[in-house]
């Protein structure tokens, strides 16, 4: 069987948009808890014609003002491919940049897609001289990306959610792009250390009228909870000890 030409290598259909009322564009605040304490979560999305802008950013709740300690802007543009069953709804990743403060310290990742060498060049600004420069990482031979602060918005545009959902019994694969890379392995316990990771994504139940759905990435289960018109509504990535709920929403055992 003919195997699919990446979707970083081929020429996107130019007449492809966003599908259009869900999710909604704007900012949405949360409460993410994780091992070392409760933070400020904001995701901030925006559709131009075929692109899905998204800004996330992390920051503190103590004290007086909030300080961000983590922030990300990914960009990816919506178009199809055609393989052996039709044409495929894909993100195609642009870029991203990404910015932690890790004890204090500022640690920088940028990426950018090279079509021409049929690559992400990442480029790295750290205190720790591991972590400087810029490399070249070959894109797996696939038709489905998300970077992973694009999940929820990706997996809706590319029809994967609507799929699963149809097809409850079967895994819906695509690649997570880590836009913290490299510093991921900081960050998370037991992800591995390359920029992209196989995952999948499966519809699991209705969950006090929230679509529940399992992406599944080195041996770790991150579930995402959707309303029904597909806004996001929380998050809860066990293995890490990370949850994301609405503010003022507590956080229940069902999500430790």
């Given at each position: ?24 564009d704007g900012k949405i605040g949360y409460s ?147 836009d913290s890379f490299p510093y991921t392995q900081?960050?998370?316990a037991d992800v591995g250390k390359e920029l ?61």
């Amino acid at each position: 069987m003919k195997s699919l030409i990446l979707l970083f290598l081929i020429s996107l259909s130019g007449c492809s948009t966003l599908a259009p009322g869900t999710p909604k564009d704007g900012k949405i605040g949360y409460s993410l808890t994780d091992v070392t304490g409760q933070y400020q979560f904001v995701r901030e999305n925006k559709g131009v014609e075929n692109k899905m802008i998204t800004r996330t950013v992390l920051a503190t709740k103590k004290g007086g003002a909030a300080k961000i300690v983590e922030k990300t802007v990914t960009v990816s543009q919506l178009g199809t491919v055609k393989g052996d069953r039709g044409r495929s709804i894909i993100m195609r990743p642009h870029g991203s940049d990404f910015v932690v403060w890790l004890e204090g310290k500022k640690y920088e990742s940028k990426m950018r897609l090279n079509s021409k060498k049929k690559s992400m060049t990442v480029t790295m600004t750290s205190p720790e001289a591991k972590w400087n420069g810029t490399q070249d990482i070959p894109v797996p031979h696939a038709t489905q990306f998300c970077f992973f602060s694009q999940i929820p918005e990706c997996l809706y545009h590319t029809q994967l959610l609507s799929r699963a959902q149809k097809n409850p019994e079967t895994d819906e694969g695509f690649y997570i792009i880590w836009d913290s890379f490299p510093y991921t392995q900081e960050q998370y316990a037991d992800v591995g250390k390359e920029l992209f990771a196989s995952a999948t994504v499966k519809f699991e139940t209705i969950d006090q009228g929230h679509y529940r759905f399992l992406v599944e990435v080195n041996n770790q289960i991150i579930l995402y909870h959707f309303s029904k018109s597909y806004e996001l509504v929380k998050i809860s990535w066990i293995a890490q000890g990370i949850t994301v709920v609405p503010p003022g929403q507590e956080v229940t055992n069902d999500d430790e």
